[in-house]
């Protein structure tokens, strides 16, 4: 799953992160071995699946509720050739992840502030990006929601997820409807040292998402699609 090539890179990621981390709470994962298959193993999932290929360039891939700057950083490192933008609404967190950014000199990744119900209306991010990844953010039709307006038509939103989302996917079938992203794949993964048997859910768009869409993070709270 760790491309060799980039292994040293990682870890030079896993050591700014951390150092980050001990100022700003980033994540829960504060020591090297949690960090490393909580966060960076996890993200690197999808170079396992044909959506990133080793190959890939050219591909505008937005990463949000980024947090700490997962899974942006490992993957903007192990995909020099495509281009990233993590998006989070807390302002210190980004400032962090644009630390790290620039400390390992990554290219190809840029942060945003502000909130996804927002951006979302925004003609720079609205229907900009093939693909839009999020990880451990929110229930699925709320995630589809917050995540739907940003993907191109014909692009894919990909979500980190556990394997006990029976409930999850039953309560989003109103929001993949009436966001038109449609449920094409499911890739479950092996995580090493003992963590376990997670997935990736695939989303394609396939129509122009409706000018409503994202709502108010109150609307959304209040009645979420489903």
Known sequence: MI?????????????????ENQKLNLSAMRTKELNWYGNIVDSLAILDTPLLLQDSSDLRILDLGTGGGYPLLPLAICREKCRFTGLD???????????IIAALDI????????????LGHDERYREHFDLVLSR?????NVLLEWCAPFAKVGGRVVAWKSMK???????????????????????????????????LLVFQKTFKTNEKYPRS????KKHPLR
């Open 3 to 19: 491309p060799e090539a980039f292994h040293s890179r990682l870890e030079a990621l896993s050591d700014a992160f951390l150092k």
């Open 89 to 99: 609404s807390i302002g210190k967190k980004m400032d962090a992840v644009s630390r």
């Open 107 to 118: 290219m190809n990744a840029e942060t945003v502030t502000g909130r996804a119900e927002d």
């Open 136 to 140: 451990a953010v929110a229930p699925l």
């Open 165 to 199: 989302i029976d409930a999850e996917l039953t309560e989003s079938l109103l929001a993949r409807a009436e966001l038109s992203c449609h449920l094409t794949d499911q890739y479950r993964y092996e995580l090493p040292a003992g963590w376990g048997e997670r997935q």
């Open 217 to 220: 993070a109150a609307m959304i």
